[in-house]
């Protein structure tokens, strides 16, 4: 919870090719699970659930794909080994 995160979108035309982007907006399924701030274009986490986040054009004709994004409140973490690598 209260983490901000910043998704990145590629679009591609039909024949899978990258294409020049277009205006868009970030969508959240739950605003009371994550919200979406438009300026930074950043998805921000608010409490414990599942949303679904997608990106979609102002117009609203086109949307990407949704995206399951599981919140979870952690209170703390323990690590065993004294070298990890991520």
């Known amino acids: 919870m209260g983490v901000a995160i910043q998704p990145t979108i590629e679009f591609r035309d039909g024949a899978g090719e990258r294409v020049r982007s277009i205006p868009y907006r970030w969508n959240s399924s739950d605003w009371n699970v994550a919200t979406i701030n438009d300026d930074l ?15 979609e054009t102002l117009e609203g004709k086109i949307a990407s794909n949704k ?20």
Do not use: N, Y
């Open 41 to 55: 274009f950043r998805v921000v986490t608010h409490s414990p659930g599942i949303t679904e986040i997608w990106a």
């Open 67 to 86: 995206v399951q994004l599981s919140v979870l409140d952690i209170k703390s973490i323990k690590m065993k080994e004294e070298k990890v690598e991520l």
